[in-house]
C-alpha cells in the first residue's frame, strides 16, 4: 500500500476504512486505541500478542487504515510507536499514523507536519514548510472538525472528515 500523496486523500482513506470497520467481524471502533487486540480470556498477557483467540480487534481511524490497508492482523498489537515487517509498518507509516490521529481531533496543523513526514526519507516536516495560506486553509478545517467533534464518538462524524477532505482537496491539499 502506498500512502496517499495528499492530505485530502489520506483523510477519505481513513473515513472509508473506518467505515469498513464497523461492519468488519472481530473488529471494534474505539478510538482511545491504535490497533489492539481484545483476547476472549481477560486474564492472558501482553506476552500472547500474536496469538489467537482474540475476541475483536479494536482500532481507530488510524489503526483502520493499518488493518484494512496495509493488512494488520487483529492480533497485531500495533502503535506509532511499534512497527511490524508483517504489514509494511515503518517511520512513514507511524507518521501516517499520527497525521490522521491529529486529524480526527481537529489538529490539522499537526497533521500537516505529520502527513509531510509521510514521504520515503520520514522526516517530520515543520509548519516553516508549509505557505501561509495553507495554514489558513488548515485552520478553517480545523474549526469544521472541531464544531463538529462528539466526545462520546472521540471523532466527528464521517460527514465532517469528508467534506474537509473536500475543502482541502479545493485548495490543493
Known sequence: MIIP???SALIRLAVADSIKIETTPGYELNMDRWHFPKFVDESVSYDAFGKEPVEACQVCMAGA???QSFGAKRYQNL???SGSEDCNFGRAERNMCRAIDHVRRGGMDQAAMYFLGTAEDGVVGT???LKESD???LAA???VILAGFVHDLGRAE???Y???ANYLESEGL
Open 79 to 81: 502503535n506509532p510507536e
Open 5 to 7: 500523496n495528499r492530505l
Open 127 to 129: 509548519l516553516k514548510d
Open 65 to 67: 487504515v493499518l488493518s
Open 162 to 164: 469528508l467534506d474537509v
Open 135 to 137: 495554514l489558513e486553509v
Open 158 to 160: 464521517w460527514s465532517t
Open 141 to 143: 478545517a480545523q474549526q
